[in-house]
C-alpha cells in the first residue's frame, strides 16, 4: 500500500529505504492516532462544567509524574529500535563503497549539474575527460562511484527514483554510489534552495544497456576529439 505512494523504485538499496520509511510511518503513525485519541478523550473527560472549579494539580508526585515519563520511555525505546533497524542499512548505503564500474564527478552550481567523466585512462582530471551538461548516462547493474562537488554555493544532489539525496558542500569532495537497476529515464533535481533559479536546476539521469551506454560513451570521446582539434569551435 505505501509503496504505491513512492517513486519507480530503480537503485540496489531503493526498497531498503522504503522499508524504513513505511516502518517510521506505521510507528510515528500509531502514536499519532493514539496522541490524538486521547487528547479528545481529556478534552470530552475534563470539559467545562458549571460549578466545578479548574484544579492545578503540581508534579512533585511520582503517579502525577508517570503521565510524561512512561510515555517518554516508552518513545525512547522505539527510537532505539527505529536506530538499530535503520543502521545497517545507511551503514551500507553511506559509509562503504563497493568496488566500482564507472566514475564519475558531479558539479553543482548555479543552476546546473554537469557531470564529469574519465576517457580511456579511467583518472579523472586527466586530458581526456569529457565534460556533459543536465545529463548523465549510466550501464545499468553497474556500480556508479561519484564523486560530488559544488562550484559556488550549497547544493543537494536529489534522483528520487534511486532514493538518492546527498548535499554538495563548496570545497568539499564528497563520494557516494549507487547501483541502477532498471533503464529509463529519470529526474535529477537540486534539493537544497540555492538562488533565484532553484526550481530550474533539473536535469537527466539515463539508465541504458552496456551497448548503448558504450555507443554514447564513444560518440561523447570522439565529439571530444574533435573539438581538441578544432580550439576555434569551444
Known amino acids: 500500500m505505501f509503496d504505491s505512494w513512492l517513486p519507480e523504485a530503480a537503485s540496489s538499496y531503493a526498497e531498503k529505504i522504503d522499508g524504513l520509511l513505511v516502518f517510521i510511518t506505521v510507528i510515528v503513525g500509531a502514536w499519532f492516532l493514539a496522541s490524538e485519541a486521547l487528547l479528545v478523550y481529556l478534552a470530552l473527560r475534563y470539559r467545562r462544567v458549571e ?29 532505539l529500535v527505529i536506530d538499530a533497524v535503520a543502521a545497517p542499512v545507511w551503514h ?82 564528497i563520494r557516494g554510489w549507487f547501483k541502477a537497476t532498471r533503464e529509463g529515464r529519470y529526474e535529477i533535481i537540486c534539493a537544497e534552495i ?14 541504458e544497456n552496456q551497448t548503448a551506454y558504450r555507443a554514447w560513451l564513444d560518440s561523447q570521446q570522439g565529439t571530444q576529439l574533435a573539438e581538441a582539434g578544432h580550439p576555434g569551435q569551444r
Open 92 to 173: 551500507e548505503i553511506k559509509e562503504t563503497q563497493p568496488p566500482h564500474d564507472a566514475l564519475i564527478r558531479v558539479s553543482g552550481e548555479q543552476w546546473a549539474w554537469r557531470f564529469f567523466y574519465p576517457g580511456p585512462d579511467g583518472v579523472l582530471d586527466s586530458a581526456d575527460d569529457f565534460e556533459v551538461v543536465n545529463e548523465m548516462h549510466v550501464p545499468v547493474g553497474a556500480v556508479v562511484l561519484f564523486e560530488l562537488v559544488a562550484k559556488d554555493v550549497l547544493h543537494s544532489l536529489w534522483i528520487p527514483a534511486l532514493r538518492l539525496k546527498q548535499d554538495a558542500v563548496p570545497g568539499r569532495s
Open 51 to 79: 460549578g466545578r472549579p479548574a484544579a492545578y494539580i503540581p508534579a512533585n508526585t511520582l503517579r502525577v509524574m508517570a503521565v510524561v515519563l512512561v510515555p517518554c520511555v516508552v518513545i525512547l525505546v522505539f527510537d
Open 194 to 207: 540555492c538562488g533565484f533559479g532553484h526550481t530550474l536546476m533539473k536535469s537527466g539521469l539515463v539508465v
